[in-house]
């Protein structure tokens, strides 16, 4: 169970176009999901919280009109990476937690993106 | 949250066991110990976690030292499918929920 489905897995994209990525709680219902970067070689840095039925809360330096984050269901949050530049290529990651307890965080396998 | 120092790389022959140091000295007492892992282009997944007793799963077992401020993440048997990054995260259970990564520790399996 608690499976967390990513999609695109891998996206290339010219130079000022947008992307979205799709982020979905499979068997169960999450209120919250959580958007991280990956740079090559380094560790995971936490862009965003998306929280459903309300606005996300984004970190320091992360452009909340260039990443724009929807969270329109209990089950999916998606990130729009606007006006897309080669800067932007990165592996996103999402993650989301069963609302029980003391489940863990479950993670997404990733979205590749490559922008030329 | 707690700040946690891992090795940034280890060996470990397969079928050995491989266990993996972490310390976090500064825990507080409602803080958690979790263990990650991310194999290359994956998205990270759950070991374990524990508070202050000794855990075991299918996956590995976590020995937290009695005053809490270290842990070791053991591999029983490692295999090649086990070469990945580890990361120790030391957090509040349930509070924000999200989880802070730093380096972790790069575990290479070797035949």
């Known amino acids: 169970g608690a499976v967390v489905s990513q999609h695109p897995s891998w996206v290339i994209c010219k130079s000022g176009t947008s992307v979205k990525i799709e982020c979905r709680s499979l068997d169960f219902q999450a209120t919250t999901m959580f958007w991280y970067r990956q740079f090559p070689k380094q560790s995971l840095m936490l862009m965003a919280t998306?929280?459903?039925?309300?606005?996300?809360?984004?970190e320091q330096g992360v452009e909340k009109d260039k990443f724009l984050i929807n969270h329109a269901s209990l089950t999916l949050s998606t990130l729009t990476v606007t006006s897309a530049h080669p800067e932007d290529s990165s592996f996103y990651i999402c993650s989301a937690k069963v609302n029980r307890g003391d489940s863990p965080l479950h993670f997404g396998n990733g979205t590749r993106l490559t922008v030329t | 949250d707690a700040k946690t120092t891992q090795p940034p790389s280890m060996d470990c022959a397969e079928g050995r066991a491989a266990n993996l140091p972490c310390n976090h000295s500064t825990i507080s007492g409602n803080e958690y110990v979790y263990w990650y892992r991310q194999i290359h282009s994956q998205g990270p997944q759950y070991i374990i976690h524990?508070?202050?007793n000794n855990e075991t799963n299918e996956m590995a077992s976590l020995i937290i030292t009695e005053d809490r401020k270290s842990s070791t993440l053991i591999l029983p048997h490692a295999t090649l499918r086990d070469t990945a990054v580890y990361y120790c995260?030391?957090?509040?259970?349930?509070?924000?929920?999200?989880?802070?990564f730093g380096g972790g520790t790069r575990l290479m399996v070797k035949p």
């Open positions: 524990g508070l202050k």
């Open positions: 998306s929280n459903e039925g309300s606005k996300a809360t984004y």
């Open positions: 995260i030391v957090r509040v259970k349930n509070a924000g929920n999200m989880l802070t």
